[in-house]
């Protein structure tokens, strides 16, 4: 059986977490400074990670459907083809996978409930 934390153990919890974001958020101001060339890997990883990690919830989207049992995929490849339209015509990813989020909910919850 667990206790609750005390008020100093919630204030000592929420500090360290205000801390750890903001060591995190000032990390690559202070290893990559304005006046020094950022290293070529890191250049690398802006321009391929971003790429892998949409490939990366891609996948995570789609391996659980199964197209032998009801509703055969169908929410996931809706809201899959909306937000390939979304993107290919406004080029606005927040938007696209934004849009995409709510239709999928949407689907889910409601027409295929």
């Not at 009801?70 to 696209?96: C, D, Q």
């Amino acid at each position: 059986m667990s206790k609750a934390m005390s008020i100093n153990e919630q204030i000592l919890t929420i500090a360290l977490a205000v801390l750890a974001v903001q060591a995190c958020r000032w990390m690559a101001f202070w290893l990559f400074p304005a006046h020094r060339r950022v290293p070529d890997f890191v250049r690398y990883l802006g321009q391929a990670l971003p790429s892998a990690v949409f490939g990366l919830l891609v996948v995570y989207c789609y391996k659980n459907i199964s197209l032998t049992q009801t509703p055969y995929g169908a929410p996931e490849f809706i809201a899959g083809a909306v937000v390939v339209a979304l993107h290919l015509w406004r080029k606005n990813m927040f938007l696209s996978i934004g849009a995409g989020t709510v239709l999928y909910m949407a689907l889910v919850q409601g027409l295929f409930a």
